[in-house]
């Protein structure tokens, strides 16, 4: 069984179609902390079980699942996407970091992105360390696994979604952008940034605007800033 911890996971799990197989709850937390858990786990008919043991970083609380199955079908999301006036989709390119990834899935849901798109190797897989950092968000945002990620952005262009790509020596400030209903953000690994082919699909190069000495931001606050323009 795999875990979530922390108040806030466990809440949105509850609140999900997640089979839930245990429900663990540390015997000296204040129970007022965690009301909005026990009575989502009553609705759900699940029996607790408390434990003298408290569980790191867990607030006291954890859910164990039969497994991260948070993947979803890219054509079933297409399908999905196609049908919305408006839609932002995020693309992350080699991705190494679960805490990363747990930010950037906060970042989307916080700003209307309905799925993240990674490729199925050489990426960070949903673990622990990312439904945790994503605070719950992950129960609100797809996760669609593609082979290839260059060929699967020309597969959205072609059903009319402009594609950006985010590096420090872009093309263009991310705020100068009069941005469309239809987009995707392409997102580089914390090291590399995008491969060379991914970035010559993208239709266009963003930059933020830096004053400091240190020339990037951590890919996860670069989404952050990226996507609070583009939900405007």
């Known amino acids: 069984m795999e875990k979530i911890k922390g108040i806030n996971p466990v809440i949105e799990v509850l609140k999900s179609q997640t089979t839930i197989e245990k429900l663990e709850v540390y015997k000296g937390i204040n129970k007022s902390h965690i009301k909005q858990v026990l009575e989502l786990a009553s609705k ?10 408290r569980d790191d970083n867990s607030q006291g609380v954890v859910a164990y699942i039969s497994e991260y ?20 989709i995020v693309i992350l390119d080699q991705i190494q970091d679960p805490r990363n990834f ?3 899935i906060r970042s989307c849901e916080c700003f209307g992105v309905s799925g993240i798109i990674m490729q199925d190797r050489n990426n960070v897989k949903v673990t622990e360390t990312v ?3 994503s605070t719950g968000a992950i129960e609100h945002v797809d996760i ?3 082979t290839n990620i260059a060929d699967t ?12 790509g985010a590096e420090a020596n872009g093309e263009k400030f991310y705020y100068e952008e ?4 239809k987009k995707a953000l392409v997102l580089g690994s914390e090291g590399k940034g995008m491969r060379k082919r991914v970035r010559e699909t993208c239709d266009s190069i963003l930059k933020i605007h830096l004053k400091g000495e240190i020339n990037s931001l951590n890919v ?3 989404a952050g800033i990226l996507l609070s323009e583009m939900s405007k």
């Open 44 to 53: 759900r008919n699940l029996k607790i079980f408390y434990t003298d043991k």
């Open 69 to 88: 199955d948070y993947y979803v079908d890219f054509v079933a999301f297409l399908e999905k996407e196609l049908m919305k006036e408006e839609s932002t």
């Open 102 to 104: 747990g930010a950037i």
């Open 131 to 133: 439904v945790k950092s």
């Open 144 to 146: 669609v696994q593609v």
């Open 153 to 164: 952005i020309e597969k959205l262009q072609k059903y009319g979604y402009f594609v950006y």
């Open 178 to 181: 009069k941005y469309p209903k």
């Open 220 to 222: 996860s606050v670069a």
